[in-house]
């Protein structure tokens, strides 16, 4: 009798509880309703008006405002022929001051300096040779008809760096930039958080040269910092940004432009008012600067010699051959290729503006004479008094 009673109770429980929840659950729904619903899942670049794009829906949405959809997009960029990285040339770095040059093998091997018939006298020199000869185990260096150079004067340099930027298909959404590891000692570790309060490294490292893009910027302490993933950040200092911008400088006229930036050191070009190439370059180190400005390609050389010196002592005095595909823009300030610079991306030349043989070549190829170089400093660092520049150097 007992657990007859006790089982009737049980049932009239459970079919009250069956009944009061649909009452529950629509007055839980009423009540979500009130202030607004939960979008459903997905990026919502604009606001959507009848719903409330919180959660998963709003870290998306707002990476996708910076650019950064997923998948993620790659860079619309290829890699100029590997060719263009060649030079019919050989070329030595001399490793002392005022080294002799003989008028020929023999006076070279006996190594008498009274019959030398000129010097090279400049603390950075290059040389480029035609001939070599080993004579008793040492080597010689002919570096014009008649004139010898022995190879305790001259390093020979193996190969010219390699390094190339890259052509686009079509202008990039966002900016983008390559990596720089010179000033630590390995791969740059990125960041889950912009700043240095806080040590948060995702232990994801990024190589260098290796391209990224770049979705947002932040300033915090006084120091930049760029977005390159989500939830990824590094520093400025580790990376040198292409911006593109396809709107042409002032007094541009046409679709044709080179945009050199020195604060990010990196080198732009625009055909048809979209961008086909980008790299790295090496700008005038002070007080050598590279004069911003709008300038014109007035001449091209497929090989020139560089010398100079600006200090009264000749301290900084530099003698190169064979510079390789140079355009003049600004008096003596050119785009040229340097073989003898292993790492760009940071102010090193007395005012050209230096490439890797390969990028080099490959601007030499696009641009004719006549064509627009504009010179720029966003940073506002680079002086523009003219009475601060002379006519540059390599």
Not at 58 to 71: H, I, R
Not at 91 to 108: L, T
Not at 232 to 244: D, F, G, K
Request: glycine share 8%; proline share 7%; net charge negative.
């Amino acid at each position: 009798m007992i657990k007859r009673l006790l089982a009737v109770c049980f049932l009239i429980l459970a079919v009250w509880l069956i009944s009061a929840r649909p009452a529950q659950a629509a007055s839980a729904l009423r009540i979500s309703q009130d202030p607004g619903v939960l979008c459903l899942p997905g990026v919502y670049t604009q606001a959507p008006g009848n719903c409330e794009p919180l959660g998963p829906s709003a870290y998306l949405s707002k990476l996708a405002q910076s650019g950064l959809t997923f998948p993620v997009a790659p860079l619309p960029i290829s890699r100029p022929d590997r060719s263009l990285t060649s030079v019919n040339v050989r070329y030595g770095q001399v490793n002392k001051n005022n080294a002799p040059i003989y008028g020929s093998v023999e006076d070279a091997l006996r190594g008498k300096k009274d019959r030398a018939i000129g010097r090279i006298d400049a603390s950075f020199s290059y040389i480029s040779y035609t001939d070599e000869v080993v004579i008793d185990g040492k080597r010689f260096y002919m570096i014009e008809p008649g004139m010898w150079m022995t190879a305790n004067d001259v390093i020979r340099v193996g190969s010219v760096p390699l390094f190339q930027g890259v052509t686009f298909s079509q202008t990039p959404s966002t900016a983008f930039g390559w990596v720089l590891t010179y000033l630590s000692p390995g791969p740059v570790e990125t960041k889950r958080t912009p700043g240095f309060a806080n040590k948060d490294y995702t232990g994801h490292t990024l190589n260098n040269h290796e391209i990224v893009r770049v979705y947002a910027q932040e300033t915090v302490a006084g120091e930049d910092w760029y977005m390159t993933g989500p939830d990824e950040w590094v520093h400025q200092n580790v990376l040198a940004r292409v911006i593109p911008n396809t709107t042409p400088p002032e007094g541009v006229t046409g679709g044709r432009w080179i945009e050199v930036n020195l604060f990010e050191q990196t080198l732009a070009v625009y055909d048809d008012y979209q961008l086909v190439f980008a790299t790295l370059v090496a700008s005038g180190l002070e007080p050598f600067w590279t004069r911003p400005g709008l300038f014109q390609i007035y001449q091209k050389l497929e090989t020139t010699p560089m010398r100079g010196s600006f200090e009264a002592d000749r301290s900084d005095a530099y003698y190169l051959e064979d510079v390789p595909w140079t355009m003049y823009f600004d008096q003596a300030r050119a785009l040229h290729g340097a073989y003898w610079r292993a790492n760009l991306g940071f102010p090193q030349s007395h005012g050209c503006v230096n490439l890797s043989v390969g990028d080099s070549r490959w601007i030499f190829d696009w641009a004719e004479v006549g064509d627009f170089v504009y010179v720029w400093d966003p940073s506002g660092k680079t002086p523009v008094d003219p009475s601060l520049y002379t006519a540059g150097g390599a």
